[in-house]
């Protein structure tokens, strides 16, 4: 089993940054892959940004370049920096974890469905 919390969700001017945070609880090497997701209201929820096992990383092409996931294995935490945030931007963001880190390819993981374990979303509002 593992526990995820985010924090670090905001308000912010159009053009700021914020950096969102996820601790995750048991061992860092439980997972093959950890995402960002967001859901804006009205709107399904998507995945932002992916790291595996493997550190490699993969983004939305809406926030490619202005978005970094990053995975500290000694602290256990996901970190998500946003920077040049828009109001497209403003949603929902969750921290998910597959429970697969015993798994040695997985082609992907970028669907809710490949995910075992979620955060309880951290808000983050971008003002025009």
């Known amino acids: 089993q593992a526990q995820l919390v985010e924090s670090g969700g905001g308000s912010v001017q159009a053009g700021g940054a914020l950096t969102l945070s996820c601790t995750a609880s048991?061992?860092?090497?439980?997972?093959?892959?950890m995402s960002w997701f967001r859901q804006a209201q009205g709107k399904e929820r998507e995945v932002v940004a992916t790291?595996?096992?493997?550190?490699?990383?993969t983004y939305a092409s809406s926030v490619k370049g202005r978005f970094a996931i990053s995975k500290d294995r000694a602290e256990n935490i996901l970190s998500l920096q946003m920077n040049s945030l828009e109001p497209e931007d403003t949603a929902m963001y969750y921290c998910?974890?597959?429970?697969?880190?015993?798994?040695?390819?997985?082609?992907?993981?970028?669907?809710?469905?490949?995910?075992?374990?979620w955060g309880q979303g951290t808000q983050v509002t971008v003002a025009s």
């Open positions: 998910a974890a597959d429970g697969k880190g015993l798994t040695q390819w997985l082609d992907s993981c970028a669907q809710e469905s490949d995910y075992k374990y």
């Open positions: 790291i595996t096992k493997y550190d490699r990383t």
């Open positions: 048991g061992s860092p090497y439980a997972h093959y892959c």
